[in-house]
């Protein structure tokens, strides 16, 4: 049974910090695509962050120099580090695996169409 586990979502003041840990089972981990996803209220799916089997990582403009996305292949485990947190980056952050660009929907609906998803993990920045 494919299972991905995001944990360390919270509320926290603009400026400071969490760490996303999204634990994951039932399929090759160290051939996969991770990536973060997050789903504001009223928004689309979007993209925050991914790292590719090879490494690669990808980060959207908001984010860039704030998020650290990190993997540990031994603990079959990805992370998303993030810094100087503003008010817009609140929202439920989902984990997935080999899913990409979301196509324009809610994550919940993205969730359903392909990839493996965790069930997201509630990060709420106050101003």
């Known amino acids: 049974e494919v299972q991905l586990v995001e944990s360390g979502g919270g509320s926290v003041q603009a400026g400071g910090s969490l760490r996303l840990s999204c634990t994951a089972s039932?399929?090759?981990?160290?051939?996969?695509?991770m990536g973060w996803y997050r789903q504001a209220p009223g928004n689309e799916c979007e993209l925050v962050s991914s790292?590719?089997?090879?490494?690669?990582?990808y980060y959207e403009d908001p984010v860039k120099g704030r998020f650290t996305i990190s993997q540990d292949l031994a603990k079959n485990t990805v992370y998303l580090q993030m810094n100087s947190l503003k008010p817009e980056d609140t929202g439920v952050y989902y984990c997935?695996?080999?899913?990409?660009?979301?196509?324009?929907?809610?994550?919940?609906?993205?969730?359903?169409?392909?990839?493996?998803w965790g069930q997201g993990t509630q990060v709420t920045v106050s101003s």
């Open positions: 997935a695996a080999d899913y990409g660009f979301p196509t324009g929907g809610s994550c919940e609906a993205e969730a359903r169409t392909a990839g493996y």
């Open positions: 039932g399929f090759t981990f160290d051939d996969s695509d």
């Open positions: 790292i590719s089997d090879d490494g690669y990582t």
